[in-house]
């Protein structure tokens, strides 16, 4: 699974695995590491990632996360996301993660909408809408009211070959954005030259 902090990736791994205490409702990212997990019934084995957005840390986040698309062949990269009251918004959601896993096939790569009880659109409607803008058809729903038993049914479904995927050096950037350090780099620089300035005129 792959998505932003707070998407509901830990509250659907405690579902599919009867695991307790992996979600939160914390300020900032709660999710640190990248871990499996077998589903309840020992078919699948999910892996709980934290958010690839994180304030903090955002670099150790995401090498959190190309270890667990490394770790196993692959049946699945889910983009998980959380429904909003505009369907544009969560499609958005799911195209910012897509469009940076272009190299791998794109038959890997399905959406998993969290958060399904707060919005009035259909299921239906939202896929209609993730084909029309993305060609994505493998789409699941999730509720806090969805049954383990049905979200566990539905992701089997759409797991159907494992293929393994490699993140490395050469793709690891593209894959993950880790552009939130420039603006602080070059503030930090800025100052350092300006300490510099003022020893040398000092």
């Known amino acids: 699974m792959i998505g932003d902090v707070g998407s509901g990736k830990s509250t659907v791994v405690e579902k599919?695995?009867?695991?307790i205490n992996r979600s939160s409702d914390s300020d900032f990212s709660f999710t640190l590491t990248s871990e499996p997990f077998w589903t309840y019934d020992r078919s699948m084995v999910i892996s709980d990632t934290p958010g690839s957005n994180a304030v903090n840390d955002k670099l150790g986040h995401n090498i959190s996360i190309a270890h667990a698309l490394n770790l196993f062949p692959?049946?699945?990269?889910m983009v998980i996301v959380k429904a909003e009251t505009r369907i544009d918004n969560v499609?958005?959601?799911?195209r910012k993660y897509a469009e940076r896993l272009l190299d791998f096939p794109m038959d890997l790569v399905g959406a998993l909408v969290t958060h399904m009880d707060m919005v009035t659109w259909s299921a239906?409607?939202?896929?209609?809408?993730?084909?029309?803008e993305?060609?994505?058809e493998t789409v699941v729903f999730s509720g806090i009211?969805?049954?383990?038993?049905?979200l566990l049914?539905?992701?089997?479904?759409?797991?159907?070959?494992?293929?393994?995927i490699t993140i490395d050096d050469e793709n690891f950037l593209k894959v993950f954005k880790i552009n939130d350090?420039?603006?602080?780099?070059?503030?930090c620089t800025n100052r350092e030259v300006e300490n510099f300035k003022k020893i040398k005129q000092g």
């Open 145 to 150: 009211h969805t049954p383990k038993e049905v």
């Open 91 to 94: 499609v958005e959601g799911i």
């Open 74 to 77: 692959v049946w699945r990269i």
């Open 181 to 187: 350090n420039r603006l602080k780099i070059l503030r």
């Open 16 to 19: 599919l695995t009867d695991e």
């Open 124 to 132: 239906e409607k939202f896929k209609t809408a993730l084909v029309k």
């Open 134 to 136: 993305l060609g994505i």
């Open 153 to 164: 049914e539905d992701m089997q479904k759409i797991c159907v070959k494992g293929v393994r």
